[in-house]
């Protein structure tokens, strides 16, 4: 299988606030792979640097040590084969929703009546249509993260690199979600880096779970591929057998560094 | 409640006030030398636009005002952009910004004049530095409070260094500049009267300070009544664009009405 990303080695130290004290190692010698077209699931305990992770294949971070490989490319500055989905809000509060999808295409030099075409084919495919007009402070949680979805996936990215983009919106909205996501990610197959802190999220997701250990200098203790068929429900597909095995496997690897990622926060 | 009830209400508190300025002065509990009389004072303002008198005074100071704060609104625009985005420069002028901005301007004045004369270029001048500081600060600050994550996606979505500060940086500025805008405008003002007032041949400030010379508090009252309802204007003027320019934002119709 060839590579999209390749993470080597990847350590990452933050400066501690205040001047005095140690640096804060988030992550330690990270070694990732996501093949083309594997959608990936990251779980580990809070406070375990997902995110940094992310940031670092995004390019927005750059590493302490390590490097980064995209398509078999060193990495340099941001990572223009990715899409980001943020898990807070990342959208410009002064745009419309319309204007927030075609924003990539505007600063990519496409012209605004194409570019006006494409986005509302966009918001059609994640059912907003209705609701181009509006802007992100009158959408739902669920809504904006469509135009979120929309705005990342019309640039086509090679890649899509997504931070717990669910865990704001209720369990309904959230299945909901994750179908659609499922649904447009099979059309084309796209690389997925999914970040979360939900177990059972990344396994009816996903092609494959990395667990990280917990922080700092955390780094990844397990690999589990996941079995299970596709198409899948997100919401039925927790019923199966099949699933609930998987869940206990990889919950007896995730347990101990959620156990230990509590103590260290009540020290 | 609703807002007819509340203008009508409105109009009647500034109609009592007048009625009992009215009947303190007849009564004598308030000298008419020192108070004035508001009917005397209305009927200034009456003959003011009647004869047309005003025209010219009052179009002097108002476009000094508009000057200053179209001038001092876009400097500190733009310096505070340059600052929040220029870790060196900030640093740099940091203590230069507060000695300048905790210095009272005001007396600055009389040094403006010297410097460009008796016209309107030195009431403008010091609205400006009046105007500036405000809206330097709130855009600094603005800046400075962007969205991380906004930020982030932008940058994600492809957008080059000018393409944040046209599409990110500058619009969120915005909201922090409007906020900023109806202290401005008030600045603007006070730095025309205010410099009328200490040299001029002409605005409404330099007709105060002749009625002042000959004791007339009636005149005195009558333009600063004219001042104040110019204020009250360009203020409004300020809500409306904001209303027009802000539309994005959570619970701005409400606030602004």
Redesign the interface.
């Known amino acids: 299988m060839k590579l999209a990303l390749e993470l080597t080695g990847v350590t990452c130290t933050f400066a501690a606030r205040g001047g005095d004290g140690a640096a804060y190692t988030a992550l330690s010698g990270v070694d990732l792979r996501v093949g083309e077209g594997e959608f990936v699931a990251v779980v580990g305990p809070t406070g375990c640097g997902k995110s940094t992770l992310l ?1 670092v294949a ?1 390019g ?1 971070l750059k590493p302490a040590a390590g490097t980064v490989t995209v398509f078999g490319e060193s990495l340099a500055g ?1 990572n ?1 084969r ?3 989905l ?1 898990q ?9 929703a319309l204007e927030n999808v075609t ?2 295409l ?3 030099g496409v012209g605004a009546q194409d570019a006006r075409d494409q986005a509302n084919d966009w918001l059609k495919r994640v059912g907003l249509e209705a609701h181009g007009h509006k ?3 009158e959408l739902s949680g669920g809504m904006k993260k469509r135009v ?1 979805l929309a ?2 996936l019309i ?1 086509d990215p090679k890649m899509l690199l997504m931070d717990e983009p669910f865990s704001a919106l209720d369990v309904q909205t959230r299945s909901l979600m994750g179908n659609e996501l499922l649904a447009l990610w099979s059309q084309d197959r796209k690389s997925v880096v999914f970040v979360t802190h939900d177990l059972e999220e990344a396994i009816a997701l996903s092609d494959r779970v990395v667990v990280m250990s917990a922080g700092p200098a955390s780094r990844p203790i397990g690999k589990f591929p996941i079995d299970l068929p596709r198409p899948r429900d997100v919401a039925e597909i927790r019923l199966t057998p099949h699933f609930v095995e998987l869940h206990t496997l990889i919950w007896s690897a995730l347990r101990d560094e959620v156990q230990k990622a509590h103590a260290h926060a009540m020290e | 409640m609703n807002r007819g009830v509340l203008a009508l209400m409105q109009a009647g508190l500034l109609l009592t006030l007048f009625a009992l300025w009215h009947l303190l002065v007849k009564t004598e509990v308030l000298p008419a030398f020192f108070f004035g009389e508001p009917l005397i004072v209305l009927q200034r303002i009456w003959n003011w636009f009647a004869t047309g008198k005003i025209l010219p005074h009052l179009g002097i100071t108002l476009l000094e005002t508009v000057l200053a704060f179209a001038i001092g609104t876009t400097l500190g625009l733009v310096f505070g952009l340059w600052l929040a985005l220029s870790d060196l420069a900030a640093k740099l002028l940091d203590p230069y910004i507060t000695a300048v901005n905790s210095m009272p301007r005001v007396i600055l004045a009389p040094i403006f004049a010297v410097w460009l004369g008796l016209g309107i270029w030195s009431k403008v001048l010091l609205g400006v530095t009046l105007v500036f500081f405000i809206v330097f600060f709130s855009v600094y600050h603005g800046v400075r409070e962007v969205s991380p994550t906004v930020l982030a996606n932008a940058r994600m979505l492809g957008a080059s260094g000018r393409q944040l500060l046209r599409h990110v940086y500058l619009p969120s500025a915005t909201a922090w500049v409007f906020s900023s805008l109806h202290a401005a405008v008030g600045m603007a003002f006070v730095g025309a009267v205010v410099g009328e007032y200490l040299g001029s041949a002409k605005g409404v400030g330099y007709l105060i300070l002749q009625a002042e010379g000959v004791f007339d508090i009636n005149t005195v009252f009558a333009g600063v009544l004219v001042l104040t309802a110019c204020a009250l204007v360009l203020d409004r003027i300020v809500t409306l664009a904001e209303r027009r320019l802000l539309r994005w934002r959570p619970g701005n119709v409400s606030a602004a009405s």
């Not at chain 1, 807070?88 to 419309?96: C, E, G, I, K, V």
């Open positions: 940031n995004a927005l941001i223009r990715s899409g980001y943020f807070t809000d990342a959208l410009m509060p002064w745009r419309s924003a990539g505007q600063f990519r802007y992100p402070h979120a705005q990342t640039l």
